[in-house]
């Protein structure tokens, strides 16, 4: 069956193909089926090689399959290979799996666009991509996967490109992804060009990560560090993550599929895949779970003050990604990328849920206009508040799991800090996604009557896709229940991948496990604190935004009172830490000179270096002819009509374009002989 | 006196069959004019048919000639690796010929002069790749040169006129220095043959001088050709001004040629020399990378946007010549390959979405394309994206083997300024794509280019080779790469 492997990412492929050529001609029908029947046919592979991998014993569970040699030169080789692994099985699962239900789900929510067809090509498109940079087995095909999903994810968040926030904000993410991409593709370029100097000519992971150990520390970890920064772009880390929420005005099911479930996960899975390498860097594993905290914190502070339903899920997303990047940073990968598939399933909810919304309220993303939709949409609300439970981190919810795991290893593994502040972000995200689910779902409904008319359930392709998604996102924890004799079955199944890692972090920190039975009690006393930590959350947001808890609370706790006696944090807090702003002055617009003073440099200076030379000449022309008449006046007269002759020839030489470039041309040669002559 | 004419030709070491290539060029140009003077004005597309079945069976003839041996008294060599570069001089004027059918009559310039020239533009660029003497070599250059000043003078318009005389003027210009640095050459060698001038390379003294200004001239010669800075600024005028047939064939063949000398002469007969040189055209490289990619983002015409990415191109194949060793003169030649189908590829597109006026060149024309002609706007992105160094296309494992080899070589800051410079353009292609698939039109009546383009059996063709061509050599560059490094062993 893994022989097969290729034919998972060929199927969106064959998908993408068909409705991005034919598309145009077909009916609605029959490209929302197609693009749905692959993704489903993918998914079912997917399904037969996870059970062909647990089948496996556990050392056999990493099977390369090549397809064919892409190009060799010399010692050098790269083929278009797979690596099937636990790790990669888990990613195509979720890819495949939540991808699948987002195609179904999009022929309900896309049904009313006029480019049906285009919309599912590059949808499409992106899983193929996607399930290349899971799939690849070396780190050229991840790359061709890793642009080529920022390509889709930029098309496809300016797909409304009528609209100029749209198109704006596809252009801000592609800067800001190329910004990171550079990072990424240095990093690769050290990497193998340190392996190349050590006489390995292979970018294949196994072959790599067999010899990270003989590359120096150092080295390692700028490797590592430029590898993190092209993560930073794609996972949206601080300082890269602006991109995002901007991302938003893409259509709903695109911010569910790409900018929270698969896509902006990319960066945290290529941490865990390269956990060999960075478990031999510390220093920059401080750096990414630093990063990744404060990003976490920072994110859920924004997330607590925005209206717009979309946008509190992107900073939550935002926000999720940094608990992922704080557990692969403190070595804890497997917690990592177990958040990051029970993220994939309650956040994939969350937004289908505030697409089903959007859908229901004519396009209204304000949650100030909403308000008891509960009575008008049973399914989605119902739906979206078991997502909202599970991010909480309430049990036995999915969340729970996941989060509750990567807290538990920060802790153990010592850094207090990076614990307090997850908690206290934890807090945070109970209390931001319950202000949306009481402003959204319950009250007495604030749209205008127009709207309010309108506000109709969604059709079934919408609403079974909610509860697929929402069963999952309830049972999707028990593969990470921690008391089991050998630890989660996530754990055991992730193991081996990251037996690498592993091996370098109990060298290093073998003490660790001394004392299981003390480390038992302790995880379920923080596991307590960690449930009443979101359950706080919850309460204080009721406490504010649920009407029949509103008449318990505190006169100051008011959302309007707490807004104007915080007027400074709020508008803060309200505005984004105006990270924006700060770039538009620091570096967008510096660039903007910068690239137009190029193009005047180009024209300008040369064009002034001319035109100067020229007037240098017709000043001295001019000099030389003041002089003649007035100091040498009527002795030398024939000669100074002479001069003046010459000065308007030159004038006229050096307007026309010609000579300028010749004299460039010229220059060039005298600074090349300069700068010889001063070599030698 | 009784000649023995056999004993001439042993001694003149006459091999008619080293030349082969570029004799049965040459007839097919001679006939070319022939037909011309009976055809009447309105029959000169036929000219076309003929170039093309011409080329078309010139082409396996210059792709098997292969001859180690320098003949005609050394003056000319048919190696393997002149007959690749012979190739990609060949498919590029095909591929220029079968547009420039349906852009002559579209720029009402139907004229028969204009085939034949393309022929001896092509004759030029052979004789420099064969070329195994600095006076042969000089003769191909030129001939190349005065060919493609007539070609960009073709469309008789104000901008044609003025891109033509900026490019003569420059052009001879250029030639002079050349000239200059293969006069020095002699004086300082004594020899104008290269395998001469590789052989006594070890006795020259490494503080000559005289050997240094050679050095310098030749280089500045040569980097006129490819469109190097500071000799870059003819480029983009020249090619705003020729019909954009003669554009592709300028920006690939004039290129190709040059760097195929370029690569003969420093990796040859100055190789000894490379400390020497090999500063000089670091400098160049980077230089010419950077700002042949930050300028391009400000241009508003894709051909003068397409002029600046071929400045980048040049300056990044520069690196290949720059490292100089086998793997990277094959990264070079591959380079030329797949720059010949990516680039012929945009400006096919180019060409057909030029209007009869001339206008329909600026990049806003494009908006909206994806809409109207999906398939011509999905060809365009492809070639835009290969232009970028985007895998899995071609321009990617183009890119791919230029800078392994730098690194390979510890060129790391080289290779660095390499990856800075295709982060860099990735704006302006993508620009084009961003245009073509996230704008509306501006005008929607029946004028606009994008409604307008005619697609011609002719162009579609075109297309879908260089499409699939471009794809191609992206996923399985390895037939031909193998080919690039059987070639340059021979060197």
Redesign the interface.
Known sequence: MVQYVWLIPLLPLIGAFIN??FG?RLSKTTVGVLASALMGVSFIIACSIFVHIISLPVHERSIEVSV???????Q?SVDINFLVDPLSTLMILVVTGVGFLIHVYSTGYMHHDKAFW?FFSYLNLFVFFMLMLVLGGNY?VM??GW?GVG?CS??LI?FW??KKSA?DA??KA??VN?VG??GF??GL?LL??TL?DSGIHSLNYGEVFAHAGSIDPATITIITLLLFVGACGKSAQFPLYVWLPDAMEGPTPVSALIHAATMVTAGVYMVARNNALYSLAPFTGEIVASVGIFTAFFAASIGLVQNDIKKVLAYSTVSQLGYMFAAVGVGAYTAGVFHLMTHAFFKGLLFLGSGSVIHAMSGEQDMRKMGGLHKHLKFTSTTFIIGAVAIAGIPPLAGFWSKDEILWEVFEKGHIYIWITGLVTAGMTAFYMFRQVFMTFTGECRADEHTKHHIHESPKSMTVPLIILAVLAVTGGVVGIPFFEEGTAAHHFLNSVFSHGAAVVNHQGAAAHDSEAIYGGLEFILMIVSVCVGALGIFLASLMYYEPMKKYAPSFWKAEVMASKFSGLYTLLYNKWYVDEIYDACIVNPIKRA??A??RF?LGV?DGMVNGAGWLTRFAAWLSHKFDIYVIDGLVNSMATGVSLDGRILRRLSSG??Q???L??V???I???G??IL?? | MIFNNAAIMQTLNVNLNAVAPVALMTVLAIVLMVIDFFLKRENKFSLGIVTLIGLVLILPVAATTVDPAPAFGGMVIADAYAAFFNVVFIIAAIFAVVISNDYLRKISSERGEYYYIIIFATIGMMVMASANDLVNLYVGLELMSLSFYILVAMRRSATGAEGALKYFILGAFSSGILLYGITFTYGFAGTTNLTEIARMGVNLSSANHYLLIAIIMLVAGFAFKIAAFPFHLWSPDAYEGAPTPVTALLSVGSKAAAFAFFLRFFGGAFHEFHAHWAGLLWILSAATMLVGATVAIQQKNIVRMLAYSSIAHAGIILIGVVVMNGFASAGVMFYMFVYAFMNMGAFTVVALMARNDGTGKSISDYKGLAGRRPVLAFVMALFLLSLAGIPPTGGFTAKFFILASAIEARYYWLAAIGVISTVISLFFYAKVIFYMYMKEPDALDDMAPVTQAPSTLAYNIIIFITAVSTMVLGLCPTPVMDMAIAAVSHL
């Open positions: 991005g050529v145009s064919y040699n892409w190009m060799t030169s010399g050098f285009r050229l790359f061709l642009e390509l930029y098309l300016g490109y009528e198109s596809g252009k592609f800067v190329r991409d550079f593709i240095l370029f193998f060009w190349s690239c137009a190029c193009l180009d040369l374009q010609i300028h470039y010749a460039v041309f220059l060039g040669l600074v090349i002989f700068g010889f070599g030698y």
